[in-house]
Each structure stands twice: as structure tokens, then as C-alpha cells.
Nanobody, 121 residues
Framework: QVQLAESGGGLVQAGGSLRLSCVASGRTFSTYTMAWFRRAPGKEREFVARISWGAGIAGMTYYANSVKGRFTISRDNAKNTAYLQMNSLVPDDTAVYYC???????????WGKGTLVTVSS
């Protein structure tokens, strides 16, 4: 059974940084696309970033416009872990952040329970 466990959330002031981690178990992590999504209070879940794995596109990253230039997604296949480095945080980044994993960028089969990030002004 696949399990994803996020960590690293917390309270930070605007302009600060946090690094989220997502540890995967139960599958061959290196052959899956990893992604981060978030759900802000009262809003729909939205895509944040993803990192691919496939031949020729391994490690390719893609970001939502709202986080481009501030957030960086990465992965360590040896540790079955994906990361989301978040810099220059703003209050609008406040949300529960979810890690997801799937065989395709358009197919996320597995989800974590989320970690809360709160950015104070």
C-alpha cells in the first residue's frame, strides 16, 4: 500500500521560507511523477508544482504562475522523498499543502494527508 507523508509545515512571517518534505513508501518512487498541491481556506485545491521522472524528461519541473520564481520542487530518489522549498512567502500562500504521486503528470493516484502552512503578514 502506497503512503505519502508530508512534513515541514508551520507558521512563518511574510518574506520567510519553509521546506516541505514528502516521504513515499510502498512503490518504486523513482518511476513516478511527484507533485504538490494546496488548498487555501474557502478555496478549491490548486496545483503548485510537479517534477517528472520519465526518460528524456526526468527531473523536469513545472510550476504554477503564482509560485514561479519563489518555490522549487526537487526529489531524492534514494530517499524516496520529494521536497518543496518555499521562499519569499506571502499570506496568500497560506494553505494545506498536499503531496501527490502518479504515473503521469495528469494522473495523481496517491495523496498525502497534507501539512498546514500559515504565513502571517
Amino acid at each position: 500500500q502506497v503512503q505519502l507523508a508530508e512534513s515541514g509545515g508551520g507558521l512563518v512571517q511574510a518574506g520567510g521560507s519553509l521546506r516541505l518534505s514528502c516521504v513515499a513508501s510502498g512503490r518504486t518512487f523513482s518511476t513516478y511523477t511527484m507533485a504538490w498541491f494546496r488548498r487555501a481556506p474557502g478555496k478549491e485545491r490548486e496545483f503548485v508544482a510537479r517534477i517528472s521522472w520519465g526518460a528524456g524528461i526526468a527531473g523536469m519541473t513545472y510550476y504554477a504562475n503564482s509560485v514561479k520564481g519563489r518555490f522549487t520542487i526537487s526529489r531524492d530518489n534514494a530517499k524516496n522523498t520529494a521536497y518543496l522549498q518555499m521562499n519569499s512567502l506571502v499570506p496568500d500562500d497560506t494553505a494545506v499543502y498536499y503531496c501527490a504521486m502518479g504515473p503521469l503528470s495528469t494522473q495523481m493516484d496517491y495523496w498525502g494527508k497534507g501539512t498546514l502552512v500559515t504565513v502571517s503578514s
